[in-house]
């Protein structure tokens, strides 16, 4: 992603020349006058003099997903298609993870400034909504994390996670917790693409402007240089694991070679401290827990650093000790390293055997691991007071088409921990008028139907079918409109007002009360997984 702390990353880098030590970076192209500049503000570029050709092959003649540097400016890595893309183009088909950060513990999450200055995405746009009471970040390894990003220049859209925990339900499996149910988030094309493009998201206006930045001037990268310096991104792809309660695996798309590079494994450095969530619950006590993103990162027993990686699906691989077909490495040349919570290291995954396509992709965790999941499974047991009731399944169960009214719910209430929510967003500059009155009706439009805009509301009222635009018959509900945790203020309606309106049944869902999703069960495994001697020695604590 971009790089905004110029000056420090000037005194990191000074630093590690002074001590002979190396980090891994995608550091930015050279500073050379730009010739043939096209109105978009790209720039041609020869060829990649400053890198060491590889010596072996990262990217299969089939490959259509790379990660190189940057044409950006002091860019670090970026994103490219080596095939031409049309306009709404999915990108990746295989859809990504999203792992929700909630409420991190103040004292401590320093240690996650920088994932959360650059990474980390806000929680109410990938539906992390109802995670946490304070504040909710969502981390999405993959094209999130790798593309950079341009107000307007961008080319590549975002889409919505689905979600689902893979059938490992919280009465039956210990896996249940242990991975997040938020994922198949898709990218699409927003314009056609040529082959070498560098992919760019939009982070938003004020995103950049709080980091004083702007689009700024790209290098065009050719195929060839791309194919010959660049890491491929679709050797491996997410499924459902072979392993019994593992939920999400990493699967090969193609047949790999033994002691090919199947993927980069780009990392940011945490305190482990970092990953301390403080939950405070509505009735004023307190409690500590770890955030799951614990279970996606890189770490050692005998360490406070964990590393987390951010590329294309590698921190899916699964643990398998007698089945490893996959090894992490540093780059030749990369022994030495510096640990700096603002620097980016990067390990490559070699196959240890030829791999053929459809295969999982295992990786030895170290017995530590093996050990704390075995004890952890032995000993687990449902929580008799535990829900058992999951939102996403009720969202497609067809009993539950009709949404009940208040005071239906009197009579047969839903789950404790299930409450309704809907699809709304108050008109701009609707707080100060709503401020003058105690109640008021709003109306409803089809666009409002977007993550950012769910907040729950009580079902006051179900009235006739009604026919949308599309044609589609719905039934439509007087529903009271509510506020949430993390809700934006403009869009908070003032304390003592009641605010109605009409919705369709398409704009409710069924949502999980604050804290009562799986990733936050009290049993729920949490450990890092290890790196065993590829972990440096000097990033142990003494």
Request: hydrophobic share 35%; proline share 5%; net charge negative.
């Amino acid at each position: 992603m971009v790089s905004v702390i110029t000056l420090a990353i000037l005194v990191l880098l000074c630093a590690l020349l002074a001590s002979n030590n190396v980090v891994v970076d995608g550091s930015s192209p050279s500073s050379s006058s730009c010739v043939n500049e096209s109105s978009n503000g790209i720039c041609s570029s020869s060829s990649d003099q400053s890198v060491s050709p590889i010596q072996h092959k990262r990217v299969p003649d089939e490959c259509t997903l790379v990660m190189a540097r940057s044409g950006l400016e002091n860019g670090g890595w970026g994103l490219f298609t080596l095939t031409p893309r049309i306009k709404d183009e999915v990108l990746n088909n295989y859809g990504d993870v999203v792992i929700q950060i909630t409420d991190p513990n103040p004292h401590t999450a320093a240690g996650m400034s920088r994932l959360v200055w650059d990474y980390v995405w806000e929680g109410q746009l990938l539906s992390g909504h109802y995670e946490g009471f304070q504040r909710v970040y969502s981390a999405l390894p993959g094209i999130g994390s790798l593309a950079n990003g341009r107000t307007k220049g961008y080319n590549v859209v975002g889409g919505y996670p689905t979600e689902g925990n893979l059938g490992l339900d919280r009465d039956s499996s210990p896996g249940a917790g242990a991975f997040t149910h938020y994922g198949n988030y898709t990218w699409t094309a927003s314009q056609d693409l040529d082959a070498g493009d560098e992919l760019f998201v939009n982070y938003g206006g004020d995103w950049m402007k709080e980091r004083s930045l702007n689009d700024g001037t790209v290098w065009k990268r050719t195929v060839s240089d791309l194919r010959q310096f660049g890491y491929c991104l679709d050797n491996i792809a997410p499924g459902t694991s072979l392993i019994e309660h593992a939920g999400r695996g990493a699967f090969a798309t193609r047949d790999l070679e033994q002691g090919s590079v199947i993927a980069p494994v780009p990392l940011l450095s945490l305190s482990r401290s970092s990953l301390e969530i403080l939950k405070e619950r509505q009735d004023g006590t307190v409690e500590k827990s770890t955030q799951l993103l614990l279970n996606y990162c890189y770490g050692h027993a005998n360490s406070s650093i964990l590393l987390f990686p951010y590329s294309n699906g590698v921190n899916l691989v699964n643990h398998n000790s007698s089945q490893a077909n996959v090894k992490l490495f540093w780059p030749e040349g990369s022994e030495r390293i510096a640990h700096s919570l603002n620097a980016k290291y990067m390990l490559e995954m070699v196959a240890l055997r030829d791999i053929s396509k459809g295969e999982e992709i295992y990786l030895d965790y170290g017995i530590e691991w093996e050990e704390a999941w075995k004890m952890h499974a032995d000993s687990w047991r449902p929580d008799p007071t535990d829900v058992k009731h999951y939102p996403h399944k009720m969202n497609t169960d067809a009993r539950f088409s009709i949404i009940r009214t208040l005071e239906e719910q009197r009579i047969d209430p839903y789950p404790e921990s299930i409450f309704t929510s809907c699809y709304y967003k108050l008109v701009p500059d609707a707080i100060e008028k709503l401020k003058t009155s105690k109640q008021s009706v709003g109306t409803y439009d089809p666009s409002m139907i977007a993550p950012r805009n769910l907040r729950p509301c009580l079902v006051i009222q179900r009235r006739g079918i009604h026919a949308s635009p599309s044609r589609k018959e719905e039934r439509l509900y007087t529903v009271h409109v509510l506020n949430r945790p993390t809700l934006d203020a403009e869009q908070r309606i003032p304390r003592g007002h009641q605010h109605f309106v009409v919705v369709p049944r398409s704009a409710i869902i069924f949502s999980e009360k604050t804290y009562t999703s799986d990733q936050h069960l009290v049993n729920a495994f949490r450990k890092e997984i290890g790196l065993g001697d590829a972990f440096p020695e000097q990033w142990r604590d003494q």
